[in-house]
């Protein structure tokens, strides 16, 4: 009996260590990193706003290199984009870039992303945009690859110049290779936002594109904007 009754207290504190151990675990499976291309550093760890990162790439490095499943990255200033950004590959994380971290709204203090005249946004991997604001001159062309974008709530586009074209949302290529795969799907959600332009496959014909049949799916679902 004694026997029996230590045996099954060994199987009680087993059971708890391991509960702790996958509570842990998945606790990790959602990480935030903020970016303040002000003030931020690219050897700082990311996890507040105090040690926040430089770049958005840096920010999707730290992801890869913790493993995470999911990486929330909050913009907390005017973060000026690169000119043909391109974002690092994330094929195993879902990339969520915000301005809004739960608590506080970096978009009452400046928070936006900027992007002048650079024209071109290439997504790497599934990414989500919610509450931020982009600041442009003519146009912004987010170009998914074949990876699903995202524009949840709170979505502004600010135009600062002259002669605006529009924000365009690519789901295929912006220029796809004689060799690009005609079999994969697009996926485009929009929840907020003014569009000009949603195009579910490639933007531009490759040089030997006359005739070829597309054989992928197209997914659209526009809930707002």
Not at 48 to 72: F, G, P, Q, W
Not at 202 to 212: T, V, Y
Request: with cysteine.
């Amino acid at each position: 009996m004694k026997k029996t009754f230590k045996l099954l207290a060994l199987f009680i504190i087993l059971s708890s260590v391991l509960c702790a151990f996958f509570i842990t675990v998945s606790a990790e499976d959602t990480t935030t990193y903020y970016v303040s291309y002000k003030s931020g550093y690219d050897r700082n760890d990311g996890k507040t706003a105090d040690t926040a990162l430089k770049t958005l790439n840096r920010a999707y490095s730290n992801a890869l290199r913790d493993n995470v499943k999911e990486a929330i990255i909050v913009i907390t200033d005017r973060y000026e984009v690169p000119n043909g950004h391109s974002e690092l590959e994330h094929s195993n994380i879902n990339i969520t870039i915000t301005s809004h971290d739960g608590v506080t709204d970096y978009r009452k203090s400046g928070a936006k992303m900027v992007f002048g005249n650079t024209k071109r946004f290439y997504l790497n991997g599934d990414t989500a945009f919610e509450n931020i604001a982009f600041e442009y001159e003519v146009s912004i062309n987010f170009v998914a690859q074949y990876n699903r974008i995202t524009f949840g709530e709170g979505i502004e586009f600010i135009f600062r110049g002259s002669s605006p074209i529009g924000i365009y949302v690519v789901g295929g290529w912006q220029d796809p290779t004689d060799e690009a795969d005609v079999g994969r799907d697009t996926h485009i959600t929009i929840n907020s936002g003014e569009f000009a332009v949603v195009c579910c496959g490639s933007r531009q014909g490759a040089p030997n594109s006359a005739g070829r049949k597309y054989t992928g799916t197209h997914y659209i679902d526009i809930n707002g904007g």
